[in-house]
Protein backbone atom coordinates (compact mmCIF):
# COMPACT_ATOMS: atom_id res chain seq x y z
CA UNK A 1 0.00 0.00 0.00
CA UNK A 2 1.38 3.57 -1.02
CA UNK A 3 1.53 6.12 1.38
CA UNK A 4 -1.78 7.79 -0.13
CA UNK A 5 -3.70 4.65 0.23
CA UNK A 6 -2.64 4.23 3.67
CA UNK A 7 -3.93 7.40 4.76
CA UNK A 8 -7.53 7.08 2.49
CA UNK A 9 -7.65 3.80 4.46
CA UNK A 10 -6.76 4.99 8.24
CA UNK A 11 -9.54 8.00 7.53
CA UNK A 12 -12.09 5.26 6.16
CA UNK A 13 -11.78 3.16 8.82
CA UNK A 14 -12.22 5.70 12.10
CA UNK A 15 -15.41 5.83 13.53
CA UNK A 16 -16.83 9.05 11.96
CA UNK A 17 -16.17 11.84 14.51
CA UNK A 18 -19.07 14.23 16.02
CA UNK A 19 -19.76 17.38 15.52
CA UNK A 20 -17.43 17.72 12.87
CA UNK A 21 -19.77 20.76 11.72
CA UNK A 22 -19.93 21.97 14.40
CA UNK A 23 -16.14 22.16 14.90
CA UNK A 24 -15.95 23.58 10.93
CA UNK A 25 -17.90 26.60 12.21
CA UNK A 26 -16.05 27.68 15.52
CA UNK A 27 -12.81 27.54 13.32
CA UNK A 28 -14.09 29.91 10.71
CA UNK A 29 -15.06 32.26 13.35
CA UNK A 30 -12.45 32.12 15.42
CA UNK A 31 -10.03 32.09 12.53
CA UNK A 32 -11.82 35.64 10.62
CA UNK A 33 -12.41 37.27 13.82
CA UNK A 34 -10.35 39.97 12.82
CA UNK A 35 -10.45 41.31 9.21
CA UNK A 36 -9.23 38.41 6.49
CA UNK A 37 -6.60 41.06 5.55
CA UNK A 38 -4.93 42.09 9.18
CA UNK A 39 -2.17 39.58 8.81
CA UNK A 40 -3.12 38.33 12.11
CA UNK A 41 -0.85 34.97 12.30
CA UNK A 42 -2.77 31.79 13.72
CA UNK A 43 -0.64 28.66 15.39
CA UNK A 44 -2.13 25.52 15.83
CA UNK A 45 -0.81 23.98 19.00
CA UNK A 46 -1.40 20.14 19.38
CA UNK A 47 -0.73 18.92 22.94
CA UNK A 48 -0.75 15.39 24.97
CA UNK A 49 -0.50 12.17 23.85
CA UNK A 50 -3.31 10.51 21.69
CA UNK A 51 -5.06 6.77 22.60
CA UNK A 52 -5.15 3.78 20.70
CA UNK A 53 -8.55 1.63 21.40
CA UNK A 54 -8.03 -2.01 21.57
CA UNK A 55 -11.58 -2.74 21.94
CA UNK A 56 -14.46 -0.82 19.87
CA UNK A 57 -16.69 -0.31 23.20
CA UNK A 58 -13.16 1.19 24.78
CA UNK A 59 -12.41 -0.47 27.47
CA UNK A 60 -8.99 -0.59 26.97
CA UNK A 61 -6.51 1.43 24.84
CA UNK A 62 -2.77 1.81 24.27
CA UNK A 63 -2.25 5.77 25.69
CA UNK A 64 0.96 7.50 24.32
CA UNK A 65 2.08 9.60 27.93
CA UNK A 66 2.16 13.34 27.90
CA UNK A 67 1.24 15.52 30.66
CA UNK A 68 0.65 18.26 27.83
CA UNK A 69 3.08 20.78 29.91
CA UNK A 70 4.98 21.51 26.84
CA UNK A 71 1.74 22.65 24.86
CA UNK A 72 0.27 24.82 27.19
CA UNK A 73 3.33 26.68 28.12
CA UNK A 74 4.11 27.18 24.91
CA UNK A 75 0.09 28.35 24.03
CA UNK A 76 1.01 30.71 26.71
CA UNK A 77 3.77 32.43 24.96
CA UNK A 78 2.25 32.23 21.35
CA UNK A 79 -0.26 34.40 22.86
CA UNK A 80 2.26 36.85 24.32
CA UNK A 81 3.83 37.02 21.17
CA UNK A 82 0.57 38.29 19.28
CA UNK A 83 -0.23 34.84 17.65
CA UNK A 84 -3.96 33.23 17.60
CA UNK A 85 -3.63 30.02 19.34
CA UNK A 86 -6.04 27.23 18.48
CA UNK A 87 -4.76 24.63 21.23
CA UNK A 88 -5.94 20.96 20.18
CA UNK A 89 -5.50 19.01 23.83
CA UNK A 90 -5.94 15.62 25.16
CA UNK A 91 -8.27 15.96 27.80
CA UNK A 92 -7.38 16.17 30.83
CA UNK A 93 -4.09 17.12 30.37
CA UNK A 94 -2.35 20.96 31.26
CA UNK A 95 -4.67 23.89 30.58
CA UNK A 96 -2.66 27.49 29.49
CA UNK A 97 -2.30 29.36 32.30
CA UNK A 98 -2.51 26.42 35.02
CA UNK A 99 0.86 25.38 35.63
CA UNK A 100 1.49 26.65 38.99
CA UNK A 101 -1.68 25.01 40.01
CA UNK A 102 -1.50 22.21 42.63
CA UNK A 103 -2.53 18.86 41.15
CA UNK A 104 -6.00 19.45 42.33
CA UNK A 105 -7.20 22.82 42.34
CA UNK A 106 -10.02 22.92 43.47
CA UNK A 107 -9.74 21.29 46.52
CA UNK A 108 -6.10 22.63 47.28
CA UNK A 109 -6.62 25.97 46.38
CA UNK A 110 -9.63 26.58 48.99
CA UNK A 111 -10.43 26.46 52.33
CA UNK A 112 -13.45 27.22 54.36
CA UNK A 113 -14.33 30.60 56.44
CA UNK A 114 -15.57 31.28 59.17
CA UNK A 115 -19.24 31.95 58.18
CA UNK A 116 -19.44 28.38 56.55
CA UNK A 117 -18.50 29.76 53.28
CA UNK A 118 -15.12 29.40 51.41
CA UNK A 119 -12.30 31.60 50.29
CA UNK A 120 -9.29 30.44 48.10
CA UNK A 121 -6.13 29.83 50.46
CA UNK A 122 -3.80 32.86 50.77
CA UNK A 123 -0.97 30.73 49.39
CA UNK A 124 -2.85 29.88 46.21
CA UNK A 125 -4.62 33.28 45.72
CA UNK A 126 -1.83 34.74 43.42
CA UNK A 127 -1.98 31.13 41.49
CA UNK A 128 -5.73 30.97 41.09
CA UNK A 129 -6.05 34.82 40.15
CA UNK A 130 -3.54 34.45 37.29
CA UNK A 131 -4.81 31.33 36.11
CA UNK A 132 -8.94 33.00 35.63
CA UNK A 133 -7.94 36.31 34.37
CA UNK A 134 -5.56 35.44 31.57
CA UNK A 135 -7.29 32.38 30.59
CA UNK A 136 -11.18 34.27 30.26
CA UNK A 137 -9.34 37.92 28.49
CA UNK A 138 -7.48 35.43 25.67
CA UNK A 139 -10.74 33.57 25.13
CA UNK A 140 -12.61 36.46 25.44
CA UNK A 141 -10.10 38.79 23.50
CA UNK A 142 -10.59 35.84 20.43
CA UNK A 143 -6.85 34.66 20.80
CA UNK A 144 -7.10 31.05 21.82
CA UNK A 145 -9.92 28.21 20.75
CA UNK A 146 -9.56 25.25 22.71
CA UNK A 147 -10.28 21.50 21.03
CA UNK A 148 -9.88 18.13 22.95
CA UNK A 149 -9.91 14.99 21.80
CA UNK A 150 -8.68 11.41 23.37
CA UNK A 151 -7.90 8.80 20.70
CA UNK A 152 -5.66 8.88 17.77
CA UNK A 153 -9.05 8.93 15.16
CA UNK A 154 -9.99 11.95 16.60
CA UNK A 155 -6.75 13.57 16.70
CA UNK A 156 -6.23 12.95 13.22
CA UNK A 157 -9.74 13.88 11.65
CA UNK A 158 -9.45 17.02 13.96
CA UNK A 159 -6.01 17.64 12.54
CA UNK A 160 -7.69 17.57 9.18
CA UNK A 161 -10.14 19.65 9.96
CA UNK A 162 -8.06 22.72 11.30
CA UNK A 163 -5.35 22.57 8.43
CA UNK A 164 -7.94 22.47 5.96
CA UNK A 165 -9.77 25.49 7.97
CA UNK A 166 -6.27 27.55 8.25
CA UNK A 167 -5.18 26.92 4.69
CA UNK A 168 -6.45 30.36 3.37
CA UNK A 169 -4.09 32.11 5.75
CA UNK A 170 -0.99 30.87 3.90
CA UNK A 171 2.22 31.81 5.42
CA UNK A 172 0.66 33.13 8.00
CA UNK A 173 -0.66 29.59 9.22
CA UNK A 174 1.86 27.50 11.72
CA UNK A 175 2.02 24.32 12.86
CA UNK A 176 3.68 23.62 16.29
CA UNK A 177 3.10 19.59 16.68
CA UNK A 178 3.96 18.80 20.49
CA UNK A 179 2.02 16.45 21.03
CA UNK A 180 2.41 12.61 21.17
CA UNK A 181 0.98 10.76 18.85
CA UNK A 182 0.24 7.18 18.32
CA UNK A 183 2.38 4.86 15.55
CA UNK A 184 0.64 2.05 16.29
CA UNK A 185 -2.82 1.62 15.88
CA UNK A 186 -5.74 -1.18 15.86
CA UNK A 187 -7.72 -0.83 12.30
CA UNK A 188 -11.46 0.45 14.11
CA UNK A 189 -12.89 -3.02 12.09
CA UNK A 190 -10.70 -5.79 12.99
CA UNK A 191 -10.96 -4.37 16.71
CA UNK A 192 -12.57 -7.06 19.28
CA UNK A 193 -16.27 -5.61 19.29
CA UNK A 194 -16.24 -6.74 22.78
CA UNK A 195 -13.97 -6.90 26.20
CA UNK A 196 -10.97 -9.17 25.30
CA UNK A 197 -11.17 -11.93 27.26
CA UNK A 198 -8.47 -13.03 29.86
CA UNK A 199 -9.48 -16.76 30.26
CA UNK A 200 -6.02 -18.42 29.47
CA UNK A 201 -2.21 -17.63 28.72
CA UNK A 202 -0.55 -14.92 27.29
CA UNK A 203 -1.91 -12.30 25.19
CA UNK A 204 -0.27 -11.59 21.69
CA UNK A 205 -1.55 -8.50 19.71
CA UNK A 206 -0.69 -7.51 16.29
CA UNK A 207 -0.65 -3.54 15.69
CA UNK A 208 -0.12 -1.46 12.55
CA UNK A 209 1.65 1.48 12.07
CA UNK A 210 -0.34 4.66 11.48
CA UNK A 211 0.36 6.69 8.27
CA UNK A 212 2.51 9.51 8.63
CA UNK A 213 0.30 12.22 8.05
CA UNK A 214 2.90 14.89 8.32
CA UNK A 215 3.34 14.44 4.54
CA UNK A 216 0.15 14.56 3.74
CA UNK A 217 0.05 17.97 6.11
CA UNK A 218 2.57 19.84 4.35
CA UNK A 219 2.28 18.66 0.76
CA UNK A 220 -1.75 18.88 0.37
CA UNK A 221 -3.67 20.14 3.12
CA UNK A 222 -1.75 23.83 4.04
CA UNK A 223 1.50 23.58 1.67
CA UNK A 224 2.15 26.97 2.90
CA UNK A 225 1.90 26.98 6.62
CA UNK A 226 4.89 27.14 8.58
CA UNK A 227 5.36 23.58 9.84
CA UNK A 228 7.49 22.58 13.56
CA UNK A 229 6.69 18.47 14.95
CA UNK A 230 8.69 17.10 17.99
CA UNK A 231 10.80 14.68 17.97
CA UNK A 232 10.92 12.33 21.49
CA UNK A 233 13.24 10.19 22.64
CA UNK A 234 14.75 8.26 25.79
CA UNK A 235 17.81 7.56 24.04
CA UNK A 236 19.82 9.91 23.25
CA UNK A 237 21.94 8.38 20.91
CA UNK A 238 19.12 8.44 18.20
CA UNK A 239 17.35 11.27 18.68
CA UNK A 240 19.33 13.84 16.30
CA UNK A 241 19.53 11.48 13.67
CA UNK A 242 15.98 10.70 13.83
CA UNK A 243 14.95 14.53 14.18
CA UNK A 244 17.13 14.92 10.86
CA UNK A 245 15.48 12.44 9.40
CA UNK A 246 11.93 13.33 9.90
CA UNK A 247 13.19 16.95 8.93
CA UNK A 248 13.64 16.11 5.39
CA UNK A 249 11.21 12.71 5.07
CA UNK A 250 8.07 15.31 6.13
CA UNK A 251 9.61 18.45 4.82
CA UNK A 252 9.13 19.81 8.42
CA UNK A 253 10.74 23.66 8.69
CA UNK A 254 12.24 22.44 11.48
CA UNK A 255 12.21 19.52 14.43
CA UNK A 256 12.31 20.12 18.19
CA UNK A 257 13.91 17.13 19.18
CA UNK A 258 13.83 16.65 23.04
CA UNK A 259 15.02 13.78 25.12
CA UNK A 260 12.29 12.61 28.06
CA UNK A 261 14.66 13.20 30.88
CA UNK A 262 15.97 16.55 30.10
CA UNK A 263 13.13 17.71 28.45
CA UNK A 264 12.39 20.62 30.83
CA UNK A 265 15.57 21.87 30.41
CA UNK A 266 16.76 22.18 27.06
CA UNK A 267 15.97 21.25 23.51
CA UNK A 268 17.38 21.10 19.79
CA UNK A 269 16.06 22.89 17.05
CA UNK A 270 17.11 20.84 13.83
CA UNK A 271 16.70 22.74 10.74
CA UNK A 272 17.69 23.01 7.30
CA UNK A 273 20.92 25.43 8.23
CA UNK A 274 22.36 23.31 11.29
CA UNK A 275 20.85 22.30 14.83
CA UNK A 276 20.45 25.46 17.29
CA UNK A 277 20.28 24.93 21.23
CA UNK A 278 17.62 26.29 22.93
CA UNK A 279 18.15 26.44 27.37
CA UNK A 280 15.87 27.47 29.74
CA UNK A 281 16.88 30.59 31.70
CA UNK A 282 18.65 28.70 34.93
CA UNK A 283 19.64 31.89 36.62
CA UNK A 284 15.42 32.48 37.25
CA UNK A 285 13.78 29.04 38.91
CA UNK A 286 10.24 30.00 37.14
CA UNK A 287 11.78 30.21 33.74
CA UNK A 288 10.83 27.45 30.79
CA UNK A 289 12.59 26.69 28.28
CA UNK A 290 9.21 27.00 25.65
CA UNK A 291 9.83 30.91 26.42
CA UNK A 292 13.40 30.98 24.02
CA UNK A 293 11.59 28.43 22.25
CA UNK A 294 8.85 30.08 20.94
CA UNK A 295 10.89 33.26 20.88
CA UNK A 296 13.10 30.84 18.03
CA UNK A 297 10.41 29.90 16.27
CA UNK A 298 8.28 33.26 15.64
CA UNK A 299 11.48 35.16 14.73
CA UNK A 300 11.78 32.42 12.15
CA UNK A 301 8.39 32.44 10.75
CA UNK A 302 9.32 36.21 10.24
CA UNK A 303 11.79 35.40 7.86
CA UNK A 304 9.47 32.83 6.10
CA UNK A 305 6.57 35.50 6.12
CA UNK A 306 9.27 37.82 4.23
CA UNK A 307 10.92 35.58 2.32
CA UNK A 308 7.29 34.98 0.20
CA UNK A 309 6.93 38.82 -0.25
CA UNK A 310 10.69 39.82 -1.69
CA UNK B 1 3.99 -22.08 37.70
CA UNK B 2 1.36 -22.49 40.93
CA UNK B 3 -0.45 -19.03 41.85
CA UNK B 4 1.65 -18.20 45.08
CA UNK B 5 5.01 -18.44 42.74
CA UNK B 6 3.52 -16.29 39.79
CA UNK B 7 2.31 -13.94 42.51
CA UNK B 8 6.00 -13.42 44.17
CA UNK B 9 7.22 -13.00 40.72
CA UNK B 10 4.81 -10.69 40.18
CA UNK B 11 5.70 -8.72 42.73
CA UNK B 12 9.77 -9.26 42.81
CA UNK B 13 9.63 -7.83 39.26
CA UNK B 14 7.89 -4.76 39.77
CA UNK B 15 9.87 -1.65 40.39
CA UNK B 16 9.58 -0.41 44.11
CA UNK B 17 6.80 1.55 45.30
CA UNK B 18 8.35 5.33 46.55
CA UNK B 19 7.64 6.52 49.73
CA UNK B 20 5.62 2.97 50.87
CA UNK B 21 7.30 3.61 54.40
CA UNK B 22 4.97 7.35 54.60
CA UNK B 23 2.39 5.15 53.49
CA UNK B 24 2.36 2.77 55.83
CA UNK B 25 2.84 5.58 58.45
CA UNK B 26 -0.48 7.79 57.40
CA UNK B 27 -2.31 4.31 57.17
CA UNK B 28 -1.92 3.51 60.64
CA UNK B 29 -2.77 7.44 61.52
CA UNK B 30 -5.77 7.00 59.57
CA UNK B 31 -7.02 3.96 60.72
CA UNK B 32 -6.11 4.12 64.34
CA UNK B 33 -7.29 7.55 64.95
CA UNK B 34 -10.34 6.69 66.51
CA UNK B 35 -9.59 3.83 69.73
CA UNK B 36 -9.44 0.42 68.42
CA UNK B 37 -12.16 -0.49 70.54
CA UNK B 38 -14.64 1.92 68.77
CA UNK B 39 -15.85 -0.50 66.40
CA UNK B 40 -15.43 1.97 63.28
CA UNK B 41 -15.88 0.27 60.09
CA UNK B 42 -13.50 1.31 57.10
CA UNK B 43 -13.51 0.75 54.11
CA UNK B 44 -10.91 0.63 50.81
CA UNK B 45 -12.47 1.89 48.07
CA UNK B 46 -10.83 1.40 44.66
CA UNK B 47 -11.50 3.76 41.55
CA UNK B 48 -10.17 4.40 38.15
CA UNK B 49 -7.83 1.70 35.74
CA UNK B 50 -4.84 0.66 36.07
CA UNK B 51 -1.95 1.40 33.62
CA UNK B 52 0.53 -1.08 32.37
CA UNK B 53 4.10 0.46 31.05
CA UNK B 54 5.11 -1.17 27.58
CA UNK B 55 8.64 0.50 27.97
CA UNK B 56 10.83 0.96 31.26
CA UNK B 57 11.17 4.91 30.70
CA UNK B 58 7.33 5.00 30.35
CA UNK B 59 6.34 6.62 27.01
CA UNK B 60 3.42 4.48 26.18
CA UNK B 61 1.04 1.97 28.22
CA UNK B 62 -1.75 -0.29 28.20
CA UNK B 63 -4.66 1.36 30.32
CA UNK B 64 -7.79 -0.18 31.49
CA UNK B 65 -10.56 2.86 30.91
CA UNK B 66 -12.48 4.02 33.95
CA UNK B 67 -13.46 7.67 34.69
CA UNK B 68 -13.61 6.53 38.31
CA UNK B 69 -17.23 7.76 38.97
CA UNK B 70 -18.21 4.90 40.73
CA UNK B 71 -15.64 4.58 43.25
CA UNK B 72 -16.07 9.03 44.16
CA UNK B 73 -19.74 8.11 44.38
CA UNK B 74 -19.94 5.32 46.28
CA UNK B 75 -17.11 6.95 48.94
CA UNK B 76 -19.71 9.91 49.63
CA UNK B 77 -22.36 7.23 50.71
CA UNK B 78 -19.80 5.00 52.67
CA UNK B 79 -18.85 8.79 54.44
CA UNK B 80 -22.74 9.38 54.66
CA UNK B 81 -23.14 5.66 56.60
CA UNK B 82 -19.99 6.41 58.93
CA UNK B 83 -17.83 4.53 57.16
CA UNK B 84 -13.53 5.59 57.12
CA UNK B 85 -12.87 5.23 53.75
CA UNK B 86 -9.15 4.76 52.14
CA UNK B 87 -9.81 6.26 48.63
CA UNK B 88 -7.43 4.07 46.43
CA UNK B 89 -7.36 6.16 42.91
CA UNK B 90 -6.41 6.82 39.64
CA UNK B 91 -4.49 9.96 39.75
CA UNK B 92 -6.43 12.42 36.99
CA UNK B 93 -9.85 10.32 37.92
CA UNK B 94 -13.07 11.28 39.54
CA UNK B 95 -12.98 12.46 43.19
CA UNK B 96 -15.49 12.55 45.63
CA UNK B 97 -18.21 15.44 46.15
CA UNK B 98 -17.38 16.34 42.68
CA UNK B 99 -19.27 14.52 40.29
CA UNK B 100 -21.77 18.32 39.98
CA UNK B 101 -18.61 19.90 39.06
CA UNK B 102 -17.80 20.98 35.26
CA UNK B 103 -15.20 18.98 33.15
CA UNK B 104 -12.34 22.00 33.83
CA UNK B 105 -13.48 23.07 37.49
CA UNK B 106 -10.87 26.17 37.58
CA UNK B 107 -11.46 27.80 33.97
CA UNK B 108 -15.22 27.61 33.96
CA UNK B 109 -17.12 28.04 37.41
CA UNK B 110 -14.95 31.60 37.88
CA UNK B 111 -15.47 34.69 35.85
CA UNK B 112 -14.13 37.96 36.02
CA UNK B 113 -15.47 40.58 38.50
CA UNK B 114 -15.61 44.47 38.32
CA UNK B 115 -12.02 45.11 40.31
CA UNK B 116 -10.29 43.01 38.46
CA UNK B 117 -10.68 40.07 40.72
CA UNK B 118 -12.47 36.96 39.98
CA UNK B 119 -15.83 35.33 41.50
CA UNK B 120 -17.30 32.16 41.32
CA UNK B 121 -20.03 32.15 38.92
CA UNK B 122 -23.65 31.85 40.39
CA UNK B 123 -24.34 29.11 38.54
CA UNK B 124 -21.55 26.95 39.91
CA UNK B 125 -21.43 28.26 43.83
CA UNK B 126 -23.77 25.55 44.83
CA UNK B 127 -21.68 23.00 43.45
CA UNK B 128 -18.04 24.75 44.48
CA UNK B 129 -19.30 25.48 47.77
CA UNK B 130 -20.58 21.69 48.13
CA UNK B 131 -17.52 20.13 46.58
CA UNK B 132 -14.75 22.12 48.98
CA UNK B 133 -17.05 22.17 51.92
CA UNK B 134 -17.93 18.80 52.12
CA UNK B 135 -14.09 17.30 50.67
CA UNK B 136 -12.48 19.25 53.63
CA UNK B 137 -15.64 17.89 56.21
CA UNK B 138 -14.34 14.46 55.35
CA UNK B 139 -10.67 14.67 55.50
CA UNK B 140 -10.49 17.05 58.76
CA UNK B 141 -12.85 14.94 60.25
CA UNK B 142 -10.27 11.68 59.69
CA UNK B 143 -13.37 10.31 57.46
CA UNK B 144 -11.19 10.40 54.37
CA UNK B 145 -7.80 9.44 53.23
CA UNK B 146 -6.65 9.55 49.68
CA UNK B 147 -3.81 7.78 47.60
CA UNK B 148 -3.56 7.88 44.41
CA UNK B 149 -1.69 5.16 41.98
CA UNK B 150 -1.20 5.26 37.85
CA UNK B 151 0.64 1.75 37.40
CA UNK B 152 -0.45 -2.03 38.04
CA UNK B 153 2.77 -1.90 39.87
CA UNK B 154 1.70 0.49 42.25
CA UNK B 155 -1.40 -0.17 42.50
CA UNK B 156 -1.05 -3.93 43.32
CA UNK B 157 1.74 -3.11 46.21
CA UNK B 158 -0.43 -0.38 47.66
CA UNK B 159 -3.01 -2.79 47.83
CA UNK B 160 -1.43 -4.68 49.61
CA UNK B 161 0.05 -2.33 52.40
CA UNK B 162 -3.16 -1.62 52.73
CA UNK B 163 -4.66 -4.58 53.33
CA UNK B 164 -1.77 -5.35 55.63
CA UNK B 165 -2.63 -2.31 57.57
CA UNK B 166 -6.64 -3.00 58.00
CA UNK B 167 -6.01 -6.98 59.01
CA UNK B 168 -6.14 -5.97 63.09
CA UNK B 169 -9.63 -4.36 62.10
CA UNK B 170 -10.57 -8.10 61.31
CA UNK B 171 -14.69 -8.01 60.25
CA UNK B 172 -15.15 -4.09 60.40
CA UNK B 173 -12.73 -3.99 57.50
CA UNK B 174 -14.40 -4.00 54.37
CA UNK B 175 -12.70 -3.92 50.48
CA UNK B 176 -14.97 -2.30 47.71
CA UNK B 177 -12.81 -2.86 44.60
CA UNK B 178 -14.34 -1.18 41.79
CA UNK B 179 -11.00 -0.02 40.04
CA UNK B 180 -10.81 -1.53 36.34
CA UNK B 181 -7.24 -3.53 36.97
CA UNK B 182 -5.46 -4.77 33.78
CA UNK B 183 -5.45 -8.44 33.21
CA UNK B 184 -2.19 -8.26 31.41
CA UNK B 185 1.38 -7.01 31.83
CA UNK B 186 4.76 -7.16 30.44
CA UNK B 187 7.47 -8.29 33.22
CA UNK B 188 9.54 -4.94 34.22
CA UNK B 189 13.01 -7.06 33.62
CA UNK B 190 10.98 -7.95 29.72
CA UNK B 191 10.40 -4.37 29.07
CA UNK B 192 11.94 -2.25 26.32
CA UNK B 193 14.19 0.27 28.37
CA UNK B 194 14.38 2.47 25.45
CA UNK B 195 10.77 3.84 23.72
CA UNK B 196 10.05 0.95 20.99
CA UNK B 197 10.84 2.53 17.71
CA UNK B 198 8.43 2.37 14.62
CA UNK B 199 10.80 1.99 12.10
CA UNK B 200 9.15 -0.45 9.95
CA UNK B 201 6.33 -3.20 9.84
CA UNK B 202 3.51 -3.80 12.45
CA UNK B 203 4.47 -4.05 16.50
CA UNK B 204 3.33 -7.74 17.81
CA UNK B 205 3.67 -7.91 21.12
CA UNK B 206 2.78 -10.44 24.14
CA UNK B 207 1.65 -9.56 27.43
CA UNK B 208 1.38 -11.80 30.58
CA UNK B 209 -1.81 -12.43 32.47
CA UNK B 210 -1.47 -10.30 36.15
CA UNK B 211 -1.85 -12.67 38.62
CA UNK B 212 -4.85 -13.15 40.13
CA UNK B 213 -5.03 -11.02 43.66
CA UNK B 214 -7.78 -11.08 44.65
CA UNK B 215 -7.50 -15.25 46.15
CA UNK B 216 -4.50 -13.47 47.63
CA UNK B 217 -5.89 -10.91 49.97
CA UNK B 218 -8.78 -13.15 50.95
CA UNK B 219 -7.00 -15.87 51.98
CA UNK B 220 -3.64 -14.18 53.39
CA UNK B 221 -3.53 -10.37 53.24
CA UNK B 222 -7.22 -9.50 55.57
CA UNK B 223 -9.09 -13.28 55.94
CA UNK B 224 -11.41 -11.36 57.79
CA UNK B 225 -12.60 -8.86 55.72
CA UNK B 226 -15.93 -8.66 53.91
CA UNK B 227 -14.55 -8.49 49.98
CA UNK B 228 -16.62 -6.83 47.44
CA UNK B 229 -15.16 -7.21 43.55
CA UNK B 230 -16.73 -5.90 40.79
CA UNK B 231 -16.64 -7.33 36.94
CA UNK B 232 -17.61 -5.12 34.02
CA UNK B 233 -18.44 -6.44 30.79
CA UNK B 234 -19.54 -5.37 27.58
CA UNK B 235 -21.54 -8.47 26.45
CA UNK B 236 -24.04 -9.13 28.83
CA UNK B 237 -24.75 -12.31 27.84
CA UNK B 238 -21.42 -13.59 29.45
CA UNK B 239 -21.74 -11.20 32.12
CA UNK B 240 -23.54 -12.77 34.88
CA UNK B 241 -22.11 -16.11 34.54
CA UNK B 242 -18.61 -14.54 35.03
CA UNK B 243 -19.52 -12.55 38.25
CA UNK B 244 -20.42 -15.84 39.42
CA UNK B 245 -17.06 -17.42 38.35
CA UNK B 246 -15.32 -14.69 39.90
CA UNK B 247 -17.28 -15.19 43.27
CA UNK B 248 -16.76 -18.84 43.85
CA UNK B 249 -12.91 -19.00 41.96
CA UNK B 250 -11.82 -15.80 44.74
CA UNK B 251 -14.38 -16.37 47.66
CA UNK B 252 -15.94 -12.76 47.46
CA UNK B 253 -18.67 -12.08 49.76
CA UNK B 254 -20.65 -10.26 46.68
CA UNK B 255 -19.43 -9.61 42.86
CA UNK B 256 -20.97 -6.50 41.65
CA UNK B 257 -21.62 -7.56 38.35
CA UNK B 258 -22.30 -4.29 35.89
CA UNK B 259 -22.33 -3.73 32.12
CA UNK B 260 -20.40 -0.94 30.53
CA UNK B 261 -23.70 0.77 28.61
CA UNK B 262 -26.11 0.48 31.72
CA UNK B 263 -23.80 0.34 34.14
CA UNK B 264 -25.13 4.36 35.57
CA UNK B 265 -28.70 2.97 35.91
CA UNK B 266 -28.47 -0.34 37.45
CA UNK B 267 -26.08 -3.44 38.85
CA UNK B 268 -26.61 -7.01 39.76
CA UNK B 269 -25.23 -7.81 43.21
CA UNK B 270 -23.99 -11.17 43.03
CA UNK B 271 -24.38 -13.55 46.34
CA UNK B 272 -24.17 -17.61 47.09
CA UNK B 273 -27.57 -17.37 48.08
CA UNK B 274 -28.26 -15.22 45.21
CA UNK B 275 -28.40 -12.31 42.79
CA UNK B 276 -29.79 -8.72 44.06
CA UNK B 277 -30.80 -6.30 40.76
CA UNK B 278 -29.85 -2.57 42.09
CA UNK B 279 -31.86 0.10 40.38
CA UNK B 280 -31.19 4.18 40.54
CA UNK B 281 -34.21 5.88 41.76
CA UNK B 282 -35.72 6.83 38.30
CA UNK B 283 -37.68 9.26 39.85
CA UNK B 284 -35.02 11.56 40.65
CA UNK B 285 -32.86 12.82 38.58
CA UNK B 286 -29.92 13.11 40.02
CA UNK B 287 -29.90 10.16 41.98
CA UNK B 288 -27.37 7.29 41.70
CA UNK B 289 -27.12 3.50 41.09
CA UNK B 290 -24.36 3.91 44.49
CA UNK B 291 -26.76 5.38 47.08
CA UNK B 292 -29.24 1.86 46.95
CA UNK B 293 -25.89 -0.10 46.08
CA UNK B 294 -23.50 1.14 49.05
CA UNK B 295 -27.18 1.06 51.29
CA UNK B 296 -27.55 -2.71 50.19
CA UNK B 297 -23.54 -3.69 51.09
CA UNK B 298 -23.46 -1.92 54.62
CA UNK B 299 -26.83 -4.02 55.24
CA UNK B 300 -25.14 -7.13 54.16
CA UNK B 301 -22.03 -6.20 56.18
CA UNK B 302 -23.53 -5.30 59.21
CA UNK B 303 -25.24 -8.87 59.24
CA UNK B 304 -21.83 -10.42 58.57
CA UNK B 305 -20.19 -8.80 61.76
CA UNK B 306 -22.86 -9.73 63.89
CA UNK B 307 -23.10 -13.46 62.94
CA UNK B 308 -19.43 -13.39 64.28
CA UNK B 309 -20.67 -12.53 67.29
CA UNK B 310 -23.42 -15.15 67.81
Redesign the interface.
Known amino acids: MDSATQIDSFFESAPPLKDSSKITDKLNQFIHFDSPSSGRRVVCVTSGGT?VP??Q?????????SSGHRGAASTEYFIKAGYKVIFLYR??TF?PY?SS?P?????E????ADD???QVRRSHSEA??G???N??AAVAGGLLLKLPFTSIFEYLQMLRIIALSMRSLERHAMFYLAA?V???YVPWKSMA???IQ?A??????????VPKMLSVLRTEWTPMAFCISFK????SKILLEKANTALKKYKMHSVVANE??TRKEEVTVVTETGNISVCRDKTRPESEVEDPLVELLVKRHSTYIKDAST
Chains 1, 2 share one sequence.
Open positions: TLERCVRYIDNFRGQCLEDPLLCFELSDFVKAVTHHASDFEHKSSGPLDMRLMQLETDLL
